[in-house]
């Protein structure tokens, strides 16, 4: 049997489906932003920050890192943009790695034994860039899915 419909319920049906494949995509760039933001402030609380504030940290970390893997994991409307950001081997997740080992090494080898300002100040501009390309990336994803 052979559905009949107006325009008008064609119309309904696309913007239905729209909305449906711009919701994940939109959660998709805001999980990009948040990881983000939550990179630029992981860094110095790590290296800077008392006990407690580097335990909050490293929990935050790994909640943001396996929510969003899940989530990322489980789209299952696959967008071109979200695709090429996640992809492992593009050039946003290629930076993103590359300048959080930079920050993790920095941090790890050269920090001196009573950080000052100088140090402090370069873990911090540190902290920032490795946070860019999720950034991008995120502004990338929500710029595309208008």
């Known amino acids: ?6 325009p008008g319920d064609a119309l309904r049906r696309i913007e239905e489906a729209e909305r449906r494949v711009r919701r994940p995509v939109r ?14 402030l ?7 920050g008392p006990t407690w504030a580097q335990a909050v940290a490293g929990v935050a970390w790994v909640a943001l890192t396996i929510a969003s893997t899940f989530y990322l994991g489980s789209l299952r409307v696959q967008d071109s943009e979200v695709a090429w950001v996640n992809r492992p081997t593009s050039p946003v997740s290629v930076a993103y790695v590359a300048s959080v080992l930079v920050t993790f090494l920095f941090g790890m080898l050269f920090r001196p034994e009573d950080p000052g300002a100088g140090w402090a100040s370069a873990l911090i501009a540190l902290a920032v860039l490795s946070g860019l390309p999720a950034l991008y990336g995120g502004r990338r994803i929500l710029r595309a899915e208008r």
């Open 1 to 6: 049997m052979e559905e009949k419909f107006t």
């Open 27 to 40: 959660t998709a760039g805001w999980t990009f932003v948040a990881t983000g933001f939550g990179t630029m």
């Open 42 to 48: 992981y860094w110095p609380a790590m290296f800077l």
